[in-house]
């Protein structure tokens, strides 16, 4: 427990100094703010509102901001790691949950330092078509894509030992399964339309049983993906 | 009791690349194990096997008596490493560095600082302990290296070529810091090819050569081993004469010479006593008249065995290759059955290694 408080704490303050981090948080916040003043001006639809800014700016940004920090936490740090870290009285498995609760825990907090201002001002300010628990489900959604994602390139950070490569295979994993789960009559599953269906979800138009099999799919993906990172790390010569 | 036991310790790379080739290695307790051979011998290898931070393809490792493997975090707890060329993060300042080495072995606060600043001060790093490590040279961070695999006072110390990179000055500061460390039941292993180190500081010396450990046992043993057949003659007069009658030193002419000016490096390569080898050299100098100016039978000693040793083994290995092709070839010519029930038959005699050079 002491090694694994001891890295945490030492990858949360890598990813506070992290120039990743000095660009990431900028530019939400920046864009979340010129909506929340434009839609209190327009009169927008909050719901419109909310699921445009995740969409168009929260979503992508945060996809890459999220590949860069966890596709490059093992692979990038490798020799630093197996030399300084893991050759003292650490297990493999202490040291990838540190790493899995730093790196996604960092994520989901940037996530919800942005969202959680901009969707109370944007409830407060813009018109109200919201469902209060349709939001909820949107702002969980949103956030287990994004945990998603960083388990992803936490297991893809493990099997690669170039940082470049394994970014670029996570961006095109997550971009080729969108065709071929088109391809295979499973769209909903598809990160795309999880997003597409936020404003929606946001006002409680989506059925419960959409909803539900949405965060299913995605919990277990994550979870497997977890595994596969405490999986392979394990085994891997360092 | 072993500190380090591995047996027949094999690493594969991908199926492509042999690092160790059944590695029988023993560490005895407060030892100071110089494991010597050339890069890519598999010295860090063993290293990393040993760390648990690399599994073996075959064979079996043993630390304090336990087997060792990735989850062996109670083992690594007792071992302090000092990789080759140590890395730590850049914006770290040595005490913060130092204070994270402590949190992850779990020391209490106040006694990780008590330690790192002991520590800093042992490795003169204590005036360089608040400035970031990106401006360190790589003297420094050696030292930085070795200050941490120190923090938890280990039992077995680990130092991949803890001299590399270094001037002078840093070189003989290490290996006495090395040298205070040693003693008080603290096992050392320093991987280097630098052998002077190794013979300054080593109580052991083992010789590892294409993964496999080619000669093990006591410095003392080694020096004897070096000392055995080589005597070096300056002479004046008539070096032709002399030159001449060199063969006729060993009756087989189981020697090889070198001549530097005035200067013959005469090696015997005989097991007969080095007393004799030397009776027999002085009495060619009194034959052919010349003068004697100066006689050595130890210099350069050690590089001169560690050499003699890896050439043995590469010649071993040769005989071993052409035993197996001669066994090859009878067994494709004889046919089932007409040399055993498998149709090979055993070269005699090779595998034992050469006449008067026994296998290790």
């Known amino acids: ?238 | 009791m072993h500190v380090v036991n591995t047996a027949d310790l094999t690493k594969i790379y991908e199926n492509r690349y042999i690092a160790l080739n059944a590695l029988n290695l023993r560490v005895e307790k407060g030892q100071v194990f110089g494991l010597v051979g050339p890069n890519g011998a598999g010295k860090s290898t063993t290293f990393r096997i040993l760390l648990g931070l690399q599994k073996p393809t075959a064979g079996s490792i043993q630390v304090f008596g336990e087997p060792m493997g990735a989850d062996r975090a109670d083992l690594r707890r007792r071992i302090g490493y000092l990789p080759t060329n140590p890395t730590f993060p850049r914006h770290m300042t040595p005490i913060a560095f130092l204070q994270f080495v402590g949190s992850v072995l779990g020391m209490p606060r106040d006694r990780a600082k008590i330690q790192l600043s002991r520590l800093l001060q042992a490795v003169d790093l204590t005036s360089a302990a608040s400035q970031p490590v990106r401006g360190f040279s790589t003297g420094m961070l050696t030292r930085l290296g070795i200050a941490a695999a120190l923090m938890n006072d280990p039992e077995l110390l680990i130092l991949d070529e803890p001299t590399s990179g270094l001037d002078p000055a840093g070189r003989k500061q290490t290996i006495e810091l090395i040298r205070e460390l040693s003693g008080r039941d603290r096992t050392i292993i320093i991987a280097t090819h630098i052998l002077t180190d190794v013979e300054r500081v080593c109580t052991d010396v083992g010789i590892i050569s294409q993964g496999r450990l080619i000669y093990s046992g006591p410095m003392a043993d080694m020096r004897r081993l070096a000392r055995q057949g080589t005597i070096a003659v300056e002479i004046e007069g008539n070096t032709a004469a002399f030159e001449q009658e060199i063969h006729t030193l060993d009756e087989f002419g189981s020697l090889r010479y070198e001549r530097l000016g005035s200067e013959f490096r005469i090696t015997f390569l005989g097991t007969e006593a080095l007393t004799e080898y030397l009776a027999r050299v002085l009495q060619l100098i009194d034959r052919t008249g010349v003068e004697l100016l100066h006689i050595d039978t130890g210099s350069d000693e050690i590089e001169e065995a560690f050499l003699r040793r890896l050439e043995d083994d590469r010649t071993r290995g040769f005989l071993r290759a052409a035993a197996w092709a001669a066994a090859q070839e009878v067994s494709g010519n004889g046919g089932n059955g007409a040399n055993g029930s498998n149709g090979t038959k055993k070269v005699e005699g090779v595998d034992a290694g050469i006449p008067g050079h026994p296998s290790i």
Not at chain 1, 106 to 128: D, E, G, K, N, Q
Not at chain 1, 149 to 155: P, Y
Not at chain 1, 191 to 210: K, Q
């Open chain 1, 1 to 238: 427990m002491q090694a694994f408080l001891a890295i945490l704490r030492y990858d949360l303050g890598q990813l506070l100094r992290s120039w990743v981090t000095r660009i990431w948080v900028p530019m939400l916040a920046f864009p979340a703010l010129f909506l929340v003043v434009v839609a209190a001006n327009e009169g927008e639809l909050a719901s419109e509102t909310v699921a445009a800014y995740i969409n168009a700016v929260l979503m992508p940004l945060s996809a890459l901001a999220v590949a860069v920090l966890t596709a490059g936490a093992i692979a990038g740090e490798a020799q630093i790691i197996a030399d300084g870290i893991l050759s003292r009285s650490v297990t493999r498995a202490e040291f990838v949950w540190a790493k899995i609760a730093a790196r996604l825990g960092f994520a989901l907090a940037v996530y919800l330092l942005i969202m959680l201002p901009f969707t109370y001002l944007i409830v407060r300010y813009a018109s109200p078509d919201i469902s209060y628990g349709g939001l909820a489900v949107g702002l969980f959604t949103g956030a287990l894509l994004l945990t998603f994602l960083g388990a992803l390139g936490l297991t893809l950070s493990t099997m690669m030992t170039n940082v470049l490569v394994s970014i670029l295979a996570l961006l095109l994993l997550v971009t080729v399964s969108g065709v071929v789960l088109q391809f295979l009559g499973l769209t909903w599953m598809s990160t795309t339309a999880v997003l597409r269906d936020m404003a929606p979800t946001i006002r409680g138009e989506t059925p419960v049983w959409d909803t539900f099999r949405v965060v299913l799919v995605f919990a277990g993906l994550t979870l497997l993906a977890i595994f596969s990172t405490l999986t392979v790390f394990r085994a891997r010569d360092l």
